[in-house]
């Protein structure tokens, strides 16, 4: 069995890839792969409403499943992803690629559910780092508080998922949980 898929999913500001990297300092046998590695690429060719533009998307996941879950040299290392999925059609077939994905490569898939206060998470989508960070993330407050109102964010049933309200928690500590979680689920299957 190849070492686990983890998949981080949460709405756009509530600091998944901040936690994902501390997550990925304290455990070298991390690849992380933020969600916006592979959106950046396709946003460059197509706006998000062209007809292309989801069938790219799905292509550009395949081809990074390919190099990191499926592929031998990577059986080695967790594979982190951020994600946001909400609990729509798409959001849905999305999210179960990552799952299949991982049980194609004999991998554990291990979501994890990122969440925090709305104030909070507010602040957060319009920070300076993220204003700055030369990525299609979103920063515009209006739209986020419009992604609030009107989705929930998509979740497993029957997977050894972790939930974790983050408003209060360092990313540090998130990380540290998060470790723990996947240590537990570890030994559930070892």
Request: with cysteine.
């Amino acid at each position: 069995m190849g070492a686990p898929l983890v998949w981080i999913n949460g709405f756009p500001g509530v600091g998944k890839l901040t936690i994902a990297t501390a997550l990925q300092a304290i455990d070298e046998h991390i690849i992380l792969i933020d969600n916006h590695k592979m959106i950046d690429p396709v946003e460059a060719k197509f706006s998000r409403d062209h007809p292309d533009y989801q069938r790219e998307r799905r292509a550009q996941r395949e081809a990074v499943f390919a190099r990191h879950v499926t592929a031998d040299d990577a059986k080695d290392h967790t594979i982190v992803f951020t994600d946001c999925q909400s609990d729509n059609d798409l959001g849905r077939a999305v999210a179960t690629e990552y799952k299949l994905a991982a049980e194609t490569a004999g991998r554990d898939f291990i979501p994890v559910y990122l969440s925090c206060d709305k104030h909070e998470n507010l602040k957060r989508v319009s920070s300076a780092e993220r204003v700055g960070s030369k990525t299609t993330k979103l920063t515009s407050k209006a739209i986020l508080k419009d992604i609030l109102s009107n989705n929930e964010l998509f979740r497993f049933e029957g997977c050894s998922s972790l939930t974790l309200d983050i408003t209060q928690l360092s990313p540090a500590e998130a990380a540290l949980q998060i470790r723990s979680h996947i240590q537990k689920c570890a030994g559930e299957t070892a």
